[in-house]
């Protein structure tokens, strides 16, 4: 998304005036505070459970470690992400919590590189395509079970009518999340995420404990000893991997 300077500076270039009530249907007045260089990765799905929170906290523990000015956006009422913020250490790198379920991206700090927003589950329709606009990249969790599965359906169904999707505009990555392996029900889902058209199946992760005790404490699985959690380190890796690469952008 470009800033509103950016564009105006582009269009004028080109010997163009631009009215006010043009440039707000390129760009919403609550993301101008947004940067060309600003990264937003939404984790998504209207499944609940499924590990929306668990995913979005622990990306922004990782961005942060990484050195980025990084802030995360929670648009659900329950605000798990912004009560696992208020226990992080002031010894660990800063984040910014944004509580984006009351006042939107209002208060988001200018000079922030990467935005994780944590979104509520049932979103649909309208709700839907607001969250989407925000993100140039969406993370799916999904659990191995047939539960999880016919409601990821439904909402990937819906996800698939917004134009952003349909255009590209927006790359999608579905993670594997709390698997046991040599599980049917696993192999199950395997096939499931494997044969979802336009999405990157992105990452296996497992069910451990270390997400509970990340949680607990404010921190990131990143941030736990390796001798905890190089375990899960290795199941983050093609996640972060595609994240890094041009083709989640
Ligand atoms: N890989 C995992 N291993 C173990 N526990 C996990 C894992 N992922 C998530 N959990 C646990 O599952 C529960 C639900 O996770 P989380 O709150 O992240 O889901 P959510 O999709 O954000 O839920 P909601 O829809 O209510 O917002 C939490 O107790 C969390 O600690
Ligand atoms: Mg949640």
Redo the contacts with the bound molecule.
Sequence with gaps: MLTKEVQMDRLAGQGFYVPDWLLSCFCDNELDTCTESMRHILVM?A??????????TNLAAYYAQEGYSTAIADF?P?Q?SLDWLKRRPDTYPEITGVPAFESGLKHLPRTTEYLII?S??RAHGSEITDLVKRAETIVI?VLPSPIDMAATDRFVEELNQVSRVQKRDVKIGVVA??VRENTKVFDQLNGYLDAMKRTKYAAV????????RA?ARGIGIHELPEYLAWQDWERWDPLLKWLWSKSSQ
């Excluded at 499944?47 to 979005?56: D, E, P, V």
């Excluded at 992760?205 to 509970?212: D, G, I, M, V």
């Design positions: 799905n499944k609940g459970g499924c590990g929306k929170s668990t995913l979005a659900d329950q798990t944590d509520p589950a969790p999340n709390r992760l497992r069910e451990a404990q270390n997400y509970n949680y």
